[in-house]
Nanobody, 117 residues
Framework: QVQLEESGGGLVQAGGSLRLSCAAS????????MGWYRQAPGKEREFVAG???????LYAGSVRGRFTISRDNAKNTVYLQMNSLKPEDTAIYYC???????????WGQGTQVTVSS
């Protein structure tokens, strides 16, 4: 069982920045593929950014160039640095872990990000 705890959400004006953190339990964090997803009111959950166990990254087109995902295996933590925030980035942001080699999938409880215009 892997537990994920997000932090760092809040209210920010358009153009501002936030950094989300996701702390994971488990002794094999370095083997997890990690990701960030978001869900806006009335919309489906969507992929935002991912980072593999080896450090490869992938971004949704809507955030590429503005958001940066990174990980610190020594701290069992994955980060999402969000710059140039827009009102359409407003959503609940969820951390996701996919363990290797088992392929088990886990979600955090989410953290609210609100961007005012």
């Amino acid at each position: 069982q892997v537990q994920l705890e997000e932090s760092g959400g809040g209210l920010v004006q358009a153009g501002g920045s936030l950094r989300l953190s996701c702390a994971a339990s488990g002794r094999t964090f370095s083997n997890y593929d990690m990701g960030w997803y978001r869900q806006a009111p009335g919309k489906e959950r969507e992929f935002v950014a991912g980072i593999s166990w080896s450090g490869s990254t992938l971004y949704a087109g809507s955030v590429r160039g503005r958001f940066t995902i990174s990980r610190d295996n020594a701290k069992n933590t994955v980060y999402l640095q969000m710059n140039s925030l827009k009102p359409e980035d407003t959503a609940i942001y969820y951390c996701n872990a996919n363990t290797r080699p088992q392929g088990n999938n886990y979600w955090g409880q989410g953290t609210q990000v609100t961007v005012s215009s």
